[in-house]
């Protein structure tokens, strides 16, 4: 397997895998990417699936709760040397934000049905909707114990929940 190495002229570089697809450049995953993953992926690129990508702790499994920039369909960068996986927010977007792709650890079909991928260590955050201690707020979202945000109205905090999950 070939590899592309970027310095990124800042006294760091990342190493990326190249895989070959039958088009005129490879397509780039980062080393720490595992096949699992990149396989993935790949379906779900060529599939036209929509997801929701969990990125986290692949060492230990444990859920960052990204709640941005992390559902979407699988397309590819234009690039020069390799071309790179990103995430278009719909059909219609010609550009999005480059996948990392070597920190996932659940990939989930953005329906909310299937899940595509999970790490073997994946540890399922724990919600929690509670009442709020703030005056001008009704409910606390907690997660892992931990309190997360703070909402106006019980629905409000619902609808995250369900976003996160």
Not at 12 to 20: F, S
Not at 54 to 79: A, F, L, P, Q
Not at 81 to 88: D, H
Not at 123 to 147: A, C, K, R
Request: contains cysteine; aromatic residues 10%; positive net charge.
């Amino acid at each position: 397997m070939k590899n592309l190495i970027i310095d990124h002229k800042n006294g760091y570089t990342t190493t990326y895998q190249l895989i070959e697809d039958g088009q005129n450049l490879p397509i780039a995953y980062h080393t720490g990417t595992t096949k699992k993953v990149i396989d993935t992926l790949e379906y779900c690129r060529k599939n036209n699936i929509r997801v929701r990508l969990h990125y986290g702790d692949i060492e230990t499994g444990r859920d960052w709760n990204e709640e941005n920039d992390v559902t979407g369909y699988i397309r590819m960068s234009k690039g020069y040397e390799a071309r790179f996986p990103i995430l278009v927010y719909n059909d219609r977007a010609i550009g999005g934000g480059t996948i990392l792709d070597h920190c996932i650890i659940k990939i989930v079909a953005s329906n909310g049905k299937r899940v595509l991928y999970q790490s073997e260590n994946y540890q399922q955050p724990t919600f929690e909707i509670l009442p709020s201690d703030l005056p001008d707020y009704s409910f606390n979202v907690n997660i892992n114990g931990e309190l997360y945000s703070r909402h106006k109205t019980e629905k409000q905090a619902k609808n995250l929940v369900n976003k996160m999950k």
